[in-house]
């Protein structure tokens, strides 16, 4: 151990390589194969340890390497890029509003989906225009007008989110609260040439990214 990480303030990444077996998708995942989640004091390997110089308090710090990675990790995958529109399910959560704020940063236009109760809190961190949850996308926005969607629901509405992806648009899931079952048209899936994104596994530069949004902005 370097003894100038003594009194530094870190964060431990959540999702850490195997050390076995790096290059793999074998994860070990900090409070889970890897004790010390839930800990007053807990050993990391360094090179899994990133120190922050923030403002924000201990909670706020907390809530970037599960809920912020998981969203940061979900729009790496999706490769989302400046001046692209993105659908953002289950927006009122911790994952949704990360992906929210981050999405944003990126230079995207946001739709949300969420509880009408909520279309407050869900304009707060960003979003451009609101949706109410169960209500028909398809009433809301065009066919063919997202290029990417970010889903933490399913369910039985799924299938309209294939309806509004635009040709070569990416849906990514890391989540479906409201059912893992859905339906799926095959059809729709080749015709729009569209690609389908599973997000688990985080690669290293996404908790590398959202450390380095916290230096530069510490709003987030």
Known sequence: MDSGWIGERVLVRPMQQSPDNPSSYNLITFGSECNGGYAEYAVARSSEVFAV??????????????????????????????????????????????????????????????????????????????????????????????????????????????????????????????????ELDVRTLYLKDLSLLGSTWQPQKVFENLIGIEVANQNL
């Not at 169960?134 to 299938?159: C, F, M, R, T």
């Open 53 to 182: 110089n923030s403002s924000l308090s201990d909670a706020g710090l907390a809530s970037f390497p599960c809920a912020y990675s998981t969203a940061e990790g979900m729009l790496e995958k999706a490769d989302l890029k400046n001046g692209e529109r993105i659908l953002i399910t289950g927006a009122s959560g911790g994952v949704g509003s990360a992906a929210i704020q981050l999405a944003k940063r990126r230079g995207a236009e946001v739709i949300a989906v969420s509880g009408e109760s909520k279309f407050e809190e869900v304009r707060r961190p960003g979003a451009d225009h609101v949706i109410a949850r169960g209500q028909s996308l398809l009433n809301s926005l065009e066919k063919d007008s997202i290029q990417v969607v970010a889903d933490l629901v399913a369910g039985p509405q799924w299938p309209e989110l294939l309806e509004v992806l635009a040709r070569g648009g990416r849906y990514v899931a890391s989540g479906a609260i409201a059912g893992p079952m859905v």
